[in-house]
């Protein structure tokens, strides 16, 4: 059966599982939803915050099951002609069975994995940039969209990290497709929830660590803890179905206050890169102005190269630097990790322009903790002549905590602040507002004068352009290159991008959108 996998070889996946009913059988998928169930498939129970899949194990054998893979013992009605396996992780276990279903896809390919807060998506994006400059075939997973090969599509999930079957689906279609390097963004969410469980990888990069979904992990230490988690993966001594082995390495922000703890998770070499410390990538002469950077780089052999790039402010040259480190362990020379760097196209919502003729500057980006926050409006302030303006908000049913932080990032930082929605989802949205402006109110902020609270992302933004000046600059963030806002269970269509444009349009700005 195409497309299909033998029951016993796909156990064989499984470290000491427990086998109830027959061993024969084809396989035609895995899913941990009982909803995606087709026919032949095997479904895994996994426990989650709010629901326990062992509960929906009855919908997926109505649906066709023919494996099913649960950490309980098998119901006491459960079919004789159907096959349950007991494992002790079912998280684990997706990971296992979907790279074995489709074949171990990262087992022939070189691996780079990207972790961080912030940053991610840009630093994913230049390492497939420079990686394809250097005559090979890429695939990226990121935030923003999936390329295979020479194909693009949006990644319009919501979800940078997708869960285990699509991750390994996608892996397969690279490999499938003849790819040689894949750059897979990846989450603390994801390495958490074992979604990248058994994904092979090589190198190992963390851009750097700051409060950020402590929904999902509880506390700081929990969340670093799940970054780690990246490092951990790097096996020196893997061997991989590939004519050379790929470099094997764990790259490090030494300027960030996350590599002392970070340090001893790495069994595989470690590449640090900076500006401030001594590093093995080091940048030096570091030169920032409103249309890109320029700055020399020393690498590990002595060699020094200068760069140039259209990517604006400091955060960007340590996403370069990272990227330059991964260049460098897989051997493209000095020369082409430069040409790559001052050709970069950017990444789509990230400090992108909207022109549409009018007199004051609108910037959209995904900004969307109180750190990068804060670094967008340093970036933005010394190329403002005006007022800096800043629309933002905070994700509903998400980390609460850093709610007040960036209500106080944008009172230290802007000028005027529109507090908006981002995606209330099931939230009171006046309620997450308020959070909101807690914290810029402890900050020195007064309402109405330094900021305003305004329910639905589309008003805020109307407001903010009608309140901008000839000189000014309005900054969009938090949405960046998202096509969607969730409000209650819905997920409406939405693109800061285009909601600017059409609000711009209303005040008689037309001229054309770059």
């Given at each position: 059966?195409?497309?299909?996998?033998?029951?016993?070889?796909?156990?064989?996946?499984?470290?000491?599982?427990?086998?109830?009913?027959?061993?024969?059988?084809?396989?035609?998928?895995?899913?941990?939803?009982?909803?995606?169930?087709?026919?032949?498939?095997?479904?895994?129970?996994?426990?989650?915050?709010?629901?326990?899949?062992?509960?929906?194990?009855?919908?997926?054998?109505?649906?066709?099951?023919?494996?099913?893979?649960?950490?309980?013992?098998?119901?006491?009605?459960?079919?004789?002609?159907?096959?349950?396996?007991?494992?002790?992780?079912?998280?684990?276990?997706?990971?296992?069975?979907?790279?074995?279903?489709?074949?171990?896809?990262?087992?022939?390919?070189?691996?780079?994995?990207?972790?961080?807060?912030?940053?991610?998506?840009?630093?994913?994006?230049?390492?497939?940039?420079?990686?394809?400059?250097?005559?090979?075939?890429?695939?990226?997973?990121?935030?923003?969209?999936?390329?295979?090969?020479?194909?693009?599509?949006?990644?319009?999930?919501?979800?940078?990290t997708l869960e285990a079957p699509e991750v390994?689906?996608?892996?397969?279609?690279?490999?499938?497709?003849?790819?040689?390097?894949?750059?897979?963004?990846?989450?603390?969410?994801?390495?958490?929830?074992?979604?990248?469980?058994?994904?092979?990888?090589?190198?190992?990069?963390?851009?750097?660590?700051?409060?950020?979904?402590?929904?999902?992990?509880?506390?700081?230490?929990?969340?670093?803890?799940?970054?780690?988690?990246?490092?951990?993966?790097?096996?020196?001594?893997?061997?991989?179905?590939?004519?050379?082995?790929?470099?094997?390495?764990?790259?490090?922000?030494?300027?960030?206050?996350?590599?002392?703890?970070?340090?001893?998770?790495?069994?595989?070499?470690?590449?640090?890169?900076?500006?401030?410390?001594?590093?093995?990538?080091?940048?030096?002469?570091?030169?920032?102005?409103?249309?890109?950077?320029?700055?020399?780089?020393?690498?590990?052999?002595?060699?020094?190269?200068?760069?140039?790039?259209?990517?604006?402010?400091?955060?960007?040259?340590?996403?370069?630097?990272?990227?330059?480190?991964?260049?460098?362990?897989?051997?493209?020379?000095?020369?082409?990790?430069?040409?790559?760097?001052?050709?970069?196209?950017?990444?789509?919502?990230?400090?992108?322009?909207?022109?549409?003729?009018?007199?004051?500057?609108?910037?959209?980006?995904?900004?969307?903790?109180?750190?990068?926050?804060?670094?967008?409006?340093?970036?933005?302030?010394?190329?403002?002549?005006?007022?800096?303006?800043?629309?933002?908000?905070?994700?509903?049913?998400?980390?609460?905590?850093?709610?007040?932080?960036?209500?106080?990032?944008?009172?230290?930082?802007?000028?005027?602040?529109?507090?908006?929605?981002?995606?209330?989802?099931?939230?009171d949205a006046m309620s997450i507002l308020r959070?909101?402006?807690?914290?810029?109110?402890?900050?020195?902020?007064?309402?109405?004068?330094?900021?305003?609270?305004?329910?639905?992302?589309?008003?805020?933004?109307?407001?903010?352009?009608?309140?901008?000046?000839?000189?000014?600059?309005?900054?969009?963030?938090?949405?960046?290159?998202?096509?969607?806002?969730?409000?209650?269970?819905?997920?409406?269509?939405?693109?800061?991008?285009?909601?600017?444009?059409?609000?711009?349009?209303?005040?008689?700005?037309?001229?054309?959108?770059?």
């Amino acid at each position: 059966m195409e497309g299909a996998i033998q029951i016993a070889e796909l156990l064989a996946a499984l470290p000491l599982p427990e086998v109830f009913g027959p061993r024969q059988g084809a396989v035609t998928g895995v899913t941990s939803s009982s909803q995606e169930m087709t026919p032949g498939g095997c479904f895994v129970a996994v426990r989650g915050r709010r629901a326990d899949g062992h509960t929906y194990i009855a919908d997926a054998l109505a649906r066709g099951a023919a494996l099913v893979v649960g950490e309980d013992p098998p119901p006491p009605d459960f079919p004789a002609d159907r096959t349950y396996t007991r494992v002790a992780d079912a998280r684990r276990a997706v990971g296992s069975l979907a790279a074995a279903f489709y074949r171990h896809p990262t087992h022939s390919m070189e691996v780079i994995g990207v972790t961080g807060t912030d940053g991610k998506t840009t630093t994913s994006t230049l390492i497939d940039a420079i990686a394809t400059a250097s005559g090979r075939r890429t695939g990226l997973m990121s935030t923003v969209d999936f390329k295979i090969g020479d194909a693009r599509r949006l990644n319009n999930s919501r979800y940078t990290t997708l869960e285990a079957p699509e991750v390994q689906a996608l892996l397969a279609e690279m490999r499938d497709a003849g790819v040689r390097t894949a750059v897979v963004e990846t989450t603390s969410s994801g390495l958490e929830l074992q979604r990248v469980w058994g994904v092979e990888y090589d190198i190992a990069v963390v851009t750097n660590i700051t409060s950020e979904h402590l929904e999902v992990h509880g506390s700081l230490e929990n969340y670093r803890r799940a970054k780690a988690m990246l490092l951990e993966r790097i096996d020196p001594a893997r061997q991989k179905d590939l004519p050379v082995q790929p470099a094997r390495a764990c790259v490090l922000n030494a300027d960030d206050s996350s590599f002392a703890y970070l340090r001893p998770f790495s069994q595989a070499p470690l590449l640090r890169y900076g500006i401030e410390t001594a590093s093995d990538v080091r940048a030096e002469n570091v030169q920032l102005g409103p249309d890109g950077s320029r700055f020399r780089v020393q690498l590990p052999d002595g060699e020094v190269f200068d760069v140039r790039t259209p990517l604006v402010a400091r955060f960007n040259v340590y996403n370069a630097l990272a990227a330059i480190a991964v260049g460098h362990l897989l051997g493209i020379a000095p020369a082409a990790l430069a040409e790559a760097l001052e050709h970069f196209g950017g990444v789509s919502g990230r400090m992108e322009r909207i022109d549409c003729g009018q007199p004051f500057t609108v910037v959209v980006d995904y900004a969307h903790t109180a750190d990068s926050l804060e670094k967008v409006l340093d970036v933005l302030r010394p190329v403002t002549q005006g007022r800096l303006i800043v629309v933002f908000g905070s994700a509903g049913d998400r980390d609460r905590s850093k709610r007040p932080q960036m209500g106080a990032a944008a009172a230290r930082k802007a000028d005027f602040a529109v507090i908006t929605d981002e995606d209330p989802r099931e939230e009171d949205a006046m309620s997450i507002l308020r959070e909101i402006a807690a914290g810029a109110a402890a900050a020195g902020g007064r309402e109405p004068a330094d900021y305003t609270r305004i329910v639905g992302r589309r008003t805020g933004i109307a407001a903010a352009f009608a309140l901008a000046r000839p000189g000014d600059t309005v900054l969009l963030a938090g949405k960046g290159h998202e096509q969607s806002i969730v409000i209650g269970r819905d997920k409406l269509p939405w693109d800061d991008r285009t909601v600017a444009r059409e609000e711009l349009a209303a005040l008689g700005y037309r001229g054309p959108a770059r």
